[in-house]
């Protein structure tokens, strides 16, 4: 019967593929049209960010004569990435970011998969009016001056953990989390505690394993939120550069135009090799968008893999 219904639908120069009788075969106009509009989304999303990275390798001669951001490569150099990793600010906000990111998003995933996990057992002590609370957190707060009062007043005012506590747990990403959790197979939970296992062990060997794609899904949100969270900073440190993040640097010196300290920009040999303030400015655009860009591609490799060792195979 399927061989019937695939029969005849073979595409033109392509043998042994088939396709079904209710698919229309592509015409040359859809797939020209598909083209056009990959390559336009394609060009929207890569101009922007080569002419940022070519900007931040380019001299000051260079910049001048583009007028500001650069699209044709000339006058190549490497001069804004020495000057701001030479020591200084913008070294010292990377580290930071590093580790705001790689603690805030452990403590994140803890409470969250926690937290999740137990509002998904229906036997809970209490956890449908724990969920009932958090959902009403979603749509009602305290409001930006109580949360600056509560964190100032429990010494978090020019602290590090006051960039990451405040901020630590998303209501969504548990909910979504307890969504998943919830329609883990019972057979597999129940053939753990018929072995002996408790919560602990049901969670780390049977919930986990098969949440894969979800545990991927929400570390990488909670990474990339405390990567790119530079308001935190604005409240709890405004002052104290040292304990900037990359971000706020980012928000300082590039949408501020602040001077950045540390960087004579007065050249490493002539006038005309100067460092060009946009070309510092672009440098630092570039260090922070690198890590998330690096990320993604290995993370969305990993959701595809984590879909499939998820599911249970009869």
Same mark, same amino acid.
């Given at each position: 019967?399927?061989? /019937?219904?695939?029969?005849? =639908?073979?595409?033109?120069?392509?043998?042994?593929? =088939?396709?079904?009788?209710?698919?229309?075969?592509?015409?040359?106009?859809?797939?020209?049209?598909?083209?056009?509009?990959?390559?336009?989304?394609?060009?929207?999303?890569?101009?922007?960010?080569?002419? *940022?990275?070519?900007?931040?390798?380019?001299?000051?001669?260079?910049?001048?004569? !583009?007028?500001? @951001?650069?699209?044709?490569?000339?006058? *190549? /150099?490497? #001069?804004?990435?020495?000057?701001? @990793?030479?020591?200084?600010?913008?070294?010292?906000?990377?580290?930071?970011?590093?580790? &705001?990111? !790689?603690?805030?998003?452990?403590?994140?995933?803890?409470?969250?998969? @926690?937290?999740?996990?137990?509002?998904?057992?229906?036997?809970?002590?209490?956890?449908?009016? &724990?969920?009932?609370?958090?959902?009403? /957190?979603?749509?009602?707060?305290?409001?930006?001056?109580?949360?600056?009062?509560?964190?100032?007043?429990?010494?978090?005012?020019?602290?590090?953990?006051? @960039? &990451?506590?405040?901020?630590?747990?998303?209501?969504?990403?548990?909910?979504?989390?307890?969504?998943?959790?919830?329609?883990?197979?019972?057979?597999?939970? #129940? =053939?753990?505690?018929?072995?002996?296992?408790?919560?602990?062990? &049901?969670?780390?060997?049977?919930?986990?394993?098969?949440?894969?794609?979800?545990?991927?899904? *929400?570390?990488?949100?909670? =990474?990339?939120?405390? +990567?790119?969270?530079?308001?935190?900073?604005?409240?709890?440190?405004?002052? #104290?550069?040292?304990? +900037?993040?990359?971000?706020?640097?980012?928000?300082?010196?590039?949408?501020?135009?602040?001077?950045?300290?540390?960087?004579?920009?007065?050249?490493?040999?002539?006038?005309?090799?100067?460092?060009?303030?946009?070309?510092?400015?672009?440098?630092?655009?570039?260090?922070?968008?690198?890590? *998330?860009?690096?990320? %993604?591609?290995?993370?969305?490799? %990993?959701?595809? /893999?984590?879909?499939?060792?998820?599911?249970?195979?009869?």
């Amino acid at each position: 019967m399927s061989d /019937t219904l695939t029969r005849g =639908a073979r595409r033109p120069g392509a043998p042994g593929t =088939a396709r079904p009788v209710w698919e229309e075969p592509p015409t040359a106009v859809g797939q020209a049209g598909k083209g056009t509009v990959l390559l336009v989304v394609l060009a929207v999303v890569i101009v922007p960010i080569y002419s *940022i990275a070519l900007t931040s390798v380019s001299t000051r001669g260079a910049i001048n004569s !583009a007028g500001g @951001l650069v699209l044709v490569p000339h006058g *190549i /150099t490497l #001069d804004a990435y020495r000057e701001i @990793l030479t020591g200084g600010i913008v070294t010292r906000a990377l580290l930071v970011s590093f580790g &705001i990111t !790689a603690v805030g998003t452990l403590v994140s995933m803890v409470v969250s998969v @926690l937290c999740a996990y137990g509002l998904s057992r229906s036997r809970s002590l209490g956890h449908r009016f &724990i969920l009932l609370l958090l959902i009403v /957190t979603m749509f009602v707060s305290g409001g930006l001056i109580p949360s600056f009062l509560v964190v100032s007043e429990l010494g978090g005012y020019g602290k590090y953990w006051a @960039l &990451i506590l405040p901020s630590a747990v998303s209501v969504f990403n548990i909910l979504v989390l307890r969504s998943f959790y919830s329609t883990t197979a019972a057979d597999l939970i #129940d =053939a753990a505690r018929i072995d002996g296992a408790g919560e602990w062990r &049901i969670l780390w060997s049977v919930v986990l394993p098969t949440s894969r794609a979800v545990t991927a899904v *929400i570390t990488l949100f909670y =990474a990339v939120g405390y +990567w790119n969270s530079f308001f935190n900073v604005m409240l709890y440190m405004p002052t #104290d550069s040292q304990k +900037w993040p990359i971000q706020y640097v980012l928000y300082q010196y590039v949408n501020l135009g602040a001077t950045m300290p540390g960087t004579a920009n007065s050249g490493f040999g002539a006038a005309h090799q100067a460092v060009a303030p946009l070309s510092l400015s672009m440098a630092v655009v570039v260090l922070t968008l690198a890590p *998330i860009m690096i990320v %993604y591609p290995f993370m969305q490799k %990993y959701f595809a /893999t984590g879909m499939l060792t998820g599911a249970i195979k009869g």
